[in-house]
């Protein structure tokens, strides 16, 4: 029998009623709007908000107009290639997890790492990546497949978790594991935005939970290495944090009033 990791991370203090709020906030967009009235060209504008806001997190400095363009840096490039095919990859997310992760590597780093690293999931003749600043050291390769190997596993299993739950764990596992060379950032929130999306919580792709996390920044590094760090207390906050990401996503994305 199959054993459900996600339900009991849901179940710490104050993380149910935090995901319900954060799933009341997207429902209460998409309700305003109609899913009927929202058409490819709001959900494209999220996606390349998603984009930019990722980018600047993970260092670019290109600006919302240069990534409009065409004309932004290698990450702000990586993160828009990776919205070109976000929406075909997240109906995969729940039964292939690791071949969406690489696929993401591939289309974020293109233009970052050679040929022969793009998609490649890093082994022990290989340095540990420091490519997300604040964030203790990287586990080495052994320990790497080991979790990801049980990451994925688990997406591929039942869960009563809330799928904000499940996509934040997600991202903060990517994140603190690093299992690629370059552009582990971006591939963890993509990831956590492919499974918003393919478990119903933003089945149209126009909230912007990338830019949530760009305006709670100061506490990104900080809330990662808790996450690591600090047992269930760092599990706990991270959720907590992770649904007021997903709340100021909502409120940023283009079908809101203030946008």
């Known amino acids: 029998m199959s054993v459900d990791v996600f339900e009991p991370l849901a179940g710490l203090e104050g993380v149910g009623s935090a995901a319900r709020a954060a799933r009341d906030a997207v429902d209460v967009l998409l309700r305003d709007r109609g899913l009927r009235r929202v058409g490819s060209d709001m959900t494209a504008e999220a996606l390349l908000r998603g984009a930019h ?26 993160a828009v290639r990776m919205t070109g095919e976000l929406m075909a990859l997240a109906p995969q997310v729940d039964k292939s997890p690791v071949q969406v992760w690489t696929r993401l590597h591939q289309l974020a780093a293109l233009d970052l790492a050679p040929a022969a690293e793009l998609g490649h999931v890093r082994t022990t003749a290989e340095p540990i990546p420091d490519d997300i600043p604040g964030l203790p050291p990287a586990p080495g390769a052994d320990e790497l497949w080991e979790r990801l190997s049980a990451l994925a596993q688990n997406l591929t299993r039942p869960t009563k978790a809330p799928a904000l739950v499940v996509a934040a764990i997600v991202h903060a596992e990517l994140a603190v594991l690093r299992p690629f060379p370059v552009a582990n950032g971006l591939v963890a929130r993509a990831a956590e935005r492919c499974l918003l999306v393919a478990r119903g919580i933003d089945p149209v792709a126009v909230t ?47 079908l809101a009033p203030s946008s």
Not at 53 to 78: E, K, N, Q, Y
């Open 53 to 78: 806001a990722s980018a600047a997190l993970a260092g670019s400095t290109a600006s919302p107009d240069d990534v409009r363009r065409g004309a932004a840096d290698g990450l702000a490039t990586g």
């Open 208 to 254: 912007v939970p990338e830019a949530g996390h760009y305006v709670l920044r100061a506490t990104y590094s900080s809330g990662l290495t808790d996450y690591a760090a600090r047992g269930l207390t760092g599990v706990r906050d991270w959720l907590l944090r992770s649904c007021e990401v997903v709340t100021k996503g909502a409120e940023l994305s283009p």
